[in-house]
């Protein structure tokens, strides 16, 4: 199989080429992807970036025409984002603190909706 991916719904972006592609010839195609399905990480790609991806078949005959694409069509790798710097906890009252923090300057890929205090 042959997995590309690529910034552009095109896969074009690099002089008319995909950005990346990895080639995988299996040993043995009686017993590999069948149980378990084929997968292949796609790594160094740019948080919060969308990258479609497409996968095609190959036999001795060569590679599909066409490829398999996901449901979702592309992607942008994220994880958890960096905790908020500079954290401040001050009396507010004789009963309570007060507790203040700057955003947090990298959200991970993905936009911050809350805090947990």
């Known amino acids: 199989y042959k997995v590309e991916w690529d910034p552009l719904p095109?896969?074009?972006s690099t002089n008319g080429s995909p950005m990346g592609s990895h080639h995988k010839i299996l040993t043995?195609?009686?017993t590999e992807c069948q149980s378990v399905p084929c997968s292949y990480v796609i790594s160094s790609l740019t948080k919060g970036t969308s990258y479609y991806?497409?996968?095609?078949?190959?036999?001795?005959f060569g590679y599909s025409v066409t490829a398999g694409t996901p449901a979702n069509l592309f992607e942008a790798?994220?994880?958890?984002?960096?905790?908020?710097?500079?954290?401040?906890?001050?009396?507010?009252s004789a009963s309570s603190?007060?507790?203040?923090?700057?955003a947090s300057h990298d959200n991970g890929g993905?936009?911050?909706?809350?805090?947990?205090?």
């Open 77 to 92: 790798p994220k994880r958890q984002p960096v905790p908020p710097s500079a954290v401040s906890v001050v009396p507010s």
């Open 28 to 30: 043995d195609p009686a």
């Open 97 to 102: 603190l007060k507790v203040s923090f700057p």
């Open 10 to 12: 095109t896969f074009d």
């Open 110 to 117: 993905g936009d911050i909706t809350s805090y947990k205090i």
């Open 53 to 60: 991806t497409r996968v095609y078949a190959y036999n001795s």
